[in-house]
């Protein structure tokens, strides 16, 4: 099991306010002498909340892989094919894969920036043959789909699937089909808002655990659309 230098407390208010600071002066000058002071607030702090997670995940049996140096994402954006070339990121963020491994596996997330917090997971920009068996499912079987997705649980922490839409129906579907909503769906992601009360609480593992925990008949269907 990964240590980590410190046990995990909550957020500090700072933490948030580091952001938004950043976002206004998104650059190396500004960033550099206070790069100890992002290590301090955030990047330690997310360590900590990856290492909580994982001793969670382990002890509840959730099929999520928790990992402080390889779950978190780095500060600093890949601006090579971008024309935003602001060198970092003003979010902080992490994700939980499926235990399993393998290309384009469902995935839990944590995600922090001013104004806008959250867990939840999914598929995110799916490869082509996940997401076509997904729309196969729906088109053949959407009890099995409903059967995860309209759980009180489910509804009461995440409301509905999400994500970027196709204009239309896919080709091959009727436009009028029961499940348009969800054909047109590009991703297939879901989320639960958190507050600066979860963020700053050192209880946040045991609040993430219990809304990933919600999705896990969700993910495990994900997770096996390859063999769809």
């Known amino acids: ?27 190396r000058a500004w960033f550099q002498p206070r790069k100890a002071d992002y290590e301090r607030l955030l990047k330690q702090p997310l360590e900590a909340l990856c290492v909580a997670l994982a001793e969670r995940f382990e002890a509840r049996g959730i099929p999520l892989t928790a990992d402080p140096a390889r779950s ?14 602001s060198p970092y990121k003003t979010n902080i963020g992490a994700s939980f894969p499926w235990t ?27 490869e082509p043959a996940r997401l076509s068996a ?4 729906l088109d053949t079987d959407p009890g099995r789909v ?22 239309r129906v896919p080709q091959g579907y009727r ?9 047109k769906l590009k991703d297939i992601t879901f989320s639960h808002r958190l507050s600066d009360a979860d963020l700053f609480s050192p209880e946040l593992p045991d609040r993430l655990v219990a809304s990933l ?6 993910m495990r269907l994900l997770a096996t659309l390859h063999a769809t």
Do not use: C
């Open 72 to 85: 978190p994402f780095r500060i600093y954006r890949d601006v090579r094919f971008s024309k935003d070339k």
């Open 100 to 126: 399993g491994g393998g290309d384009s596996v469902p995935v839990g997330y944590f995600h922090l920036e001013p104004g806008e917090a959250f867990t939840g997971g999914g598929l995110w920009h799916p």
């Open 146 to 167: 409903h059967a995860v997705i309209d759980q009180p649980a489910f509804v009461a922490t995440f409301g509905r699937l999400m994500g970027d839409q196709l204009t």
């Open 134 to 137: 997904f729309r196969r499912l």
């Open 175 to 183: 436009s009028d089909h029961p499940e348009a909503d969800l054909l």
């Open 213 to 218: 925990e919600t999705a896990v008949p969700a």
């Open 1 to 27: 099991m990964p240590t980590a230098t410190e046990t995990f407390t909550g957020f500090r208010p700072e933490a948030i306010q580091f952001l938004a600071d950043l976002a206004a002066n998104n650059e």
